[in-house]
T-cell receptor
């Protein structure tokens, strides 16, 4: 079964600290992995897409890494700000499949 | 482009009533997905279309659920009859086909409450 796990479910960090969010997946036949942000009562906003052939992707303060052999992706957010408070979701697309398998997300609170 | 547009944003209905959720994907996108989000199960794919054709409906929970895509710019998800356990946020997403990796774009969702 293709499962995606995000632990912990919730975390709080003081403003200015770097955020590290982890995503684990059980099937190595990964095609790509996408990180999303979701604000309360809102839809999902795509942050980064990292292809299976890539080891990392960067966008501004965000950096996502991918390690297929260990079945893990990490999202780094540098110098966190209160505006980064949201739920971050990891989604995996596998080869031969157009669906995204989602983790349940990391709910992040950045404390001013 | 205005993004993926869903309507209504909120729907409250009584058990047994028919509910229709609507979605307008981003123009030019080839894939359209319907997802459901609950606290217990997270985001689950219900069905997806490629060029208006349903490809995988294995996530549709019961025969009470049906989805259509009559043209490239419109899709509906219908629940008939609705039940309290259908209460969730329903998201529509679209994605282009570019021969390789492309991002999925989500609508704002429809929060459905069945009482």
């Amino acid at each position: 079964k293709q499962e995606v796990t995000q632990i912990p479910a919730a975390l709080s960090v003081p403003e200015g600290e770097n955020l590290v969010l982890n995503c684990s997946f059980t099937d190595s036949a990964i095609y790509n992995l996408q990180w999303f942000r979701q604000d309360p009562g809102k839809g999902l906003t795509s942050l980064l897409l990292i292809q299976s052939s890539q080891r990392e992707q960067t966008s501004g303060r965000l950096n996502a890494s991918l390690d297929k052999s260990s079945g893990r992706s990490t999202l780094y957010i540098a110098a966190s700000q209160p505006g980064d408070s949201a739920t971050y979701l990891c989604a995996v697309q596998y080869y031969g499949n157009n669906r995204l398998a989602f983790g349940k997300g990391n709910q992040v609170v950045v404390i001013p | 482009d205005a993004g993926v547009i869903q309507s209504p944003r909120h729907e409250v209905t009584e058990m047994g009533q028919e509910v229709t959720l609507r979605c307008k994907p981003i123009s030019g996108h080839d894939y359209l997905f319907w997802y459901r989000q609950t606290m217990m199960r997270g985001l689950e794919l219900l069905i997806y279309f490629n060029n208006n054709v349903p490809i995988d409906d294995s996530g549709m929970p019961e025969d009470r659920f049906s989805a259509k895509m009559p043209n490239a710019s419109f899709s509906t998800l219908k629940i008939q009859p609705s039940e309290p356990r259908d209460s969730a946020v329903y998201f529509c997403a679209s994605r282009p086909y570019r021969g390789s990796h492309t991002e999925a774009f989500f609508g704002q969702g429809t929060r459905l409450t069945v009482v």
